[in-house]
């Protein structure tokens, strides 16, 4: 630390002569008000406090670097993946979702799995998870599903009544609630387990050309997972075990990595596929389009200072660089929309301000001006309004995405597509599943589900019963169900089963 930086002052550089004791009148007081130190100290402690992310408030970050190990320039004329051995700088963040930020890093969840890449032509971030899949694949549903990982707004209590209650009334999240009550619901550490999109994205080169893909960032640790047993045991003991094991293992030059690979689609492959290549729900089998090596990603420096750095990272899907950009994904498109409008609630509408947040390898150069928090010069005396003859910043044609086609009624459409929701739960059951996997599984969802109402313990096991007989059928010995009803249920359509286990 230099001279200087180690004279205490006050925020506006007015050195400090006493930081142990008020102004007062007298040695016993009362204090003065003219203590400006103590009422600018004072103020600030009360403002420390950001609003909470509403979902993956806890979380841990570290830097590192991703480096190009194969040529996709074919695919995309994104810079940052032009050349093979080309790295770019990044800053990753893991989070549990549904908890709060003093919640336990054992808790049976998703794991958050963003990725900001500072390229040359601005910030592209990846914002997903370490699963493939998602509950829901419609941004109306998301505020309902959430309100349900949280609190009982009667009791402040978690509820496994409106946990259950809203998924098994959405047969689409049978595939993610299979994942998330294998053991790969409670990674070890953040360090052991993959990332995905989970979304379809879409790529395209320089002759116009596009393709759809999707992201695997598989560690290089090995993937390992916590059993219910010792995930409780965490719980108890060492609730930021995952953050720890993050910090230190960087502490210790032990870099955590993952090879990341691309899965990709064209677009008359993707008319044809046997699942909707947007649907957030399924996966693209790994038979039909093998996952390609593009890349590996390395963590090799701890962040200095948590709250400036990981809490007031900022991540957006909508985050892209020409060469990437959505895809039709219903979830997809209302997110990006949800992220960039939270992190203005959160952070302030100037929060791409903040460094973390800003590009490293490109400038911000636009006509949005003023508003809170503006930290650096606001752009001087240039032209705020376009077009303009001054010479403000110009569009740049060639940056923009090749068109592809749309079409439809304007409607309130239910999800229609000739594939169901149960398919490839049940084959993940059948076919991807150890006999202790399905062992696991089924303890961890019985343990749990034991909690909620018998007709929402009947509703939910019918779905299970639906992806796989076995599956819902262990699942209904294990809650003491009458499997017979489970089976008659399965059958019923929802909207039936839904009225037949009604209050």
Request: aromatic share 12%; hydrophobic share 30%; glycine share 8%.
């Amino acid at each position: 630390m230099k001279k200087d930086e180690k004279k205490l002052t006050t925020n506006f550089g007015k050195p400090v002569e006493n930081d142990q004791n008020t102004v007062t009148a007298g040695s016993y007081g009362p204090a003065l008000i003219q203590d400006i130190h103590l009422l600018e100290k004072l103020a600030h402690f009360d403002r420390e406090r950001i609003p909470e992310r509403v979902v993956h408030a806890k979380g841990a970050g570290a830097h590192g670097y991703f480096e190009v190990t194969a040529d996709v320039t074919k695919y995309t004329k994104a810079k940052f993946l032009n050349k093979i051995g080309k790295r770019t700088d990044v800053f990753v963040r893991f989070s549990t979702v549904g908890g709060e930020r003093g919640s336990a890093d054992a808790e049976r969840d998703p794991r958050g799995f963003a990725v900001k890449f500072y390229t040359e032509d601005g910030n592209y971030d990846m914002v997903g998870n370490n699963t493939p899949v998602f509950f829901i694949r419609d941004p109306l549903k998301f505020p309902d599903f959430i309100h349900t990982q949280k609190r009982n707004p009667a009791t402040n209590l978690k509820d496994a009544d409106m946990f259950w209650d809203f998924l098994s009334l959405t047969p689409e999240s049978i595939h993610q609630v299979t994942i998330l009550f294998s053991d790969r619901g409670t990674p070890r550490t953040y360090r052991h387990m993959n990332g995905y999109s989970s979304h379809t994205f879409k790529w395209y080169n320089d002759k116009g050309d596009y393709f759809w893909v999707q992201y695997h960032f598989k560690t290089e640790q090995g993937i390992q997972n916590l059993t219910l047993q010792e995930s409780t045991k965490l719980k108890g003991e060492n609730p930021d075990h995952a953050t720890r094991d993050l910090h230190q293992a960087i502490e210790q030059d032990e870099y955590p990595s993952w090879k990341v690979e691309v899965q990709i689609i064209t677009p008359a492959q993707a008319k044809d596929y046997r699942f909707d290549p947007f649907d957030i729900t399924k996966v693209w089998f790994h038979a039909d389009f093998p996952p390609i090596t593009i890349g590996r990603m390395v963590l090799n420096r701890n962040p200095n200072n948590y709250f400036a750095e990981v809490e007031q990272a900022a991540f957006s899907p909508a985050n892209f660089v020409p060469g990437i950009a959505a895809s039709p994904d219903k979830l997809l498109q209302g997110r990006l929309f949800s992220y960039h409008d939270t992190h203005r609630h959160r952070l302030g509408p100037n929060y791409h301000l903040i460094p973390i947040n800003q590009p490293k390898g490109a400038k911000m150069v636009n006509y949005q001006r003023d508003g809170f928090m503006r930290t650096d010069d606001n752009s001087g005396g240039a032209p705020n309004y376009y077009p303009n003859s001054f010479g403000g910043p110009e569009p740049q044609p060639d940056a923009g995405e090749p068109a592809f086609e749309v079409s439809g009624m304007a409607d309130r459409h239910p999800y229609i597509h000739p594939n169901d929701d149960f398919f490839q739960a049940g084959e993940l059951y059948r076919r991807v599943m150890t006999d202790e996997d399905r062992d696991h599984l089924i303890g961890n969802i019985t343990s749990h589900l034991c909690n909620a109402q018998k007709r929402i313990q009947l509703r939910q096991t019918a779905i299970f019963y639906k992806a796989d007989p076995e599956y819902g059928g262990r699942v209904a010995k294990g809650l003491g169900l009458d499997v017979k009803e489970v089976e008659r249920l399965a059958k019923m359509s929802q909207d039936e089963r839904a009225k037949a286990t009604a209050k």
